[in-house]
């Protein structure tokens, strides 16, 4: 008899697992796939060639996480993305080179707009002020006004004292949680790449374009964290986002904790309203005394639990869960550093600024933006998708052979269409990408050795996301903090006794973080009566 099984190896399940065996708990993590990870993992998809083969840029982690569980003690290497965290190329000039260099980037913005270049640090003192203030809610289960604790109020007062603090911008910042990402940007720049740029923060994994309702949260949303201390920098994991989820199975291991892999979970077992166990898909029955699934609401209760054993409203909601996605992903293996219009090409063909940071393509307006996602809206393909572009070979040379590179390209808005209608489009679409890149970067296309395309059925059936939602479901309005997963379950317990949820699907969301872990772990354990360590 285990203490808990945890259902899922990505990095949550595997952060959960960590927190469950330092509290004393015998503990079992069973993942279906042969590696660790989930989105968050490296795969060498062509011999020597290590791809971030999902997730591919780290900003969310949690201090805590990292802190409390030793991770950099057991390899976690972060490399800040300098000089630029940003490039957004254009047809004519240098494009917009953005960074942890403030002067810098005014200079970059200066051509544009005299008056985005003044307005550009005050805009980021606004996001810090906002990510700090709503960083307060990220470790700790959400508030329920329902039914209000008294240890929610310390959290709840810190976030009141940053709010009172920025008091003065509360108006603004009312308007860009609740809102469009559009008007709340344009109430700050005038700028065209500016705010093209800006924007894509708030599309990212989102089926939504720029004037949806809902884009602002997801902005302040990719702005939270801030690896290596600092804010929007973000950075890439040495050895690709696997070496993460690597340290946290270390992590585990040390604490006691058994990992399986290639054991795919059948179904949750469930006798009078409690987990009793699993039942994996090879027919074997293992019991434990409390079940934490780090897989997708959607995927747990419907799939591995069964409506017949939840309360006919609580599947209702389930059902309810958005898991479109409007993501897809394409793995690159290049002969060399693609060379962009207007710029010079760096010595040696070594990196230039332009290739540490995120490369923002077919983001030169706010209206390419929304013609992206109106085409996904009506079910096509979009001519001129939203491309983000990232080289983390140029700052992590382990990843590729000498000379050589990987590439990976997150691409929006694929629509919302059955699997089979993937398999016509899935190469054709790729094709227009990389066409796209080609227009600012010519010869990128034939720099091209080897590829992989994931279209959102590929995302489901590789890494077990329900819809290839990237989030375990959207990160819309009415799916934020206790509202997360369903209402009246946001605090990691479900309608099953002894039965926990802790992955992305819950608060405070997707991204590669470890908070759902970490606070649904501190859950179970505090229901054993046992304190986080
Ligand atoms: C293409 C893509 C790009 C992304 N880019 C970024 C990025 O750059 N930065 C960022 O912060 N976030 C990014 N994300 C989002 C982020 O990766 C995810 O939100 C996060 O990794 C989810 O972690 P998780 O541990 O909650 O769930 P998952 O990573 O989904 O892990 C769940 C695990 O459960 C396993 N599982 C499912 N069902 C079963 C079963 N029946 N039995 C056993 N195991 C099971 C799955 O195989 C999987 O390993 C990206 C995601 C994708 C897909």
């Known amino acids: 008899m285990w203490d808990a099984i945890v259902v899922g190896g990505g990095h949550n399940g595997l952060t959960a697992a960590a927190y469950l065996a330092r509290g004393g708990l015998r503990t079992l993590v069973l993942e279906r796939r042969p590696l660790l990870g ?3 993992v490296t795969e060498e998809l062509w011999p020597g060639y290590r791809v971030s083969r999902a997730a591919y840029v780290a900003g969310l982690l949690r201090p805590a996480v990292v802190r409390e569980l030793g991770l950099e003690a057991r390899g976690l290497r972060l490399i800040p993305r300098r000089p630029a965290s940003s490039f957004t190329p254009l047809p004519d000039g240098p494009g917009l080179l953005l960074g942890h260099d403030r002067r810098a980037a005014c200079d970059s913005i200066r051509p544009f707009s005299a008056r985005d270049a003044e307005a550009y640090p005050r805009y980021e003192a606004f996001l810090e002020g906002a990510a700090r203030a709503i960083e307060e809610l990220l470790d700790v289960p959400p508030p329920d006004p329902a039914r209000l604790a008294v240890r929610d109020l310390p959290p709840l007062l810190r976030v009141l004292r940053r709010l009172v603090a920025h008091r003065r911008e509360l108006p603004r910042l009312a308007a860009l949680l609740l809102g469009p990402a559009r008007p709340a940007l344009e109430s700050w ?29 997801v902005l302040i949303h990719h702005v939270m964290g801030e690896s290596c201390g600092e804010r929007g920098v973000w950075a890439y994991v040495a050895g690709g986002m696997g070496a993460f989820a690597e340290a946290l199975a270390q992590a585990a291991r040390d604490a006691g904790a058994e990992i399986r892999c290639d054991a795919a979970v059948a179904r949750i077992a469930v006798e009078d309203g409690r987990a009793r166990g699993v039942v994996l898909e090879d027919g074997s029955a293992l019991e434990a005394r409390a079940v934490l699934s780090a897989a997708d609401p959607v995927r747990t209760f419907l799939g591995l639990v069964g409506e017949g054993a939840l309360p006919a409203d609580f ?34 063909g070594g990196p230039a600024p332009e290739h540490s ?60 269409l059955p699997a089979a209608d993937w398999d016509a489009l899935r190469d054709p679409f790729a094709d227009r990408v990389l066409s796209l890149v080609d227009e600012v970067a010519p010869g990128f296309g034939a720099s091209v050795l080897h590829r992989e395309v994931l279209a959102p059925p590929d995302l489901e059936r590789v ?7 990237i989030f375990h479901g959207a990160l819309g309005l009415d799916r934020l903090l206790c509202l997360r997963p369903v209402p009246g379950w946001g605090r990691y317990r479900t309608p099953v006794g002894g039965l926990y949820l802790g992955g992305a699907g819950t608060h405070p969301g997707g991204g590669v973080m470890g908070a759902c872990g970490r606070n649904a772990a501190g859950e179970l354990l505090r229901d054993r009566g046992i304190r986080r360590r």
Do not use: W
């Open 38 to 40: 989930g989105a968050c």
């Open 315 to 348: 599947a209702r909601a389930v059902r309810g869960i958005d898991v479109r996605s409007p993501v897809l992903k394409i793995n690159l293996a290049l002969d060399r550093l693609p060379v962009f219009r207007g710029r010079p090409p760096a010595a040696a």
């Open 463 to 469: 890494f077990g996301l329900t819809g290839g939602n």
């Open 357 to 416: 940071g995120t490369i923002h393509i077919g983001a030169r307006d706010l209206d390419a933006l929304e013609a992206s996602f109106a085409a996904a809206a009506g079910g096509a393909l979009p001519e001129r998708p939203m491309i983000e572009l990232t080289l983390p070979s140029a700052l992590d040379a382990s990843l590729a052979p000498p000379g050589r590179h990987v590439a990976s390209l997150f691409v929006q808005h694929a629509p919302d």
């Open 189 to 217: 720049f005038e700028s065209e790449p500016l705010l093209g740029t800006l924007a894509t923060d708030a599309l990212i994994g989102a089926f939504a374009g720029p004037s949806s309702p809902g884009t602002g949260y």
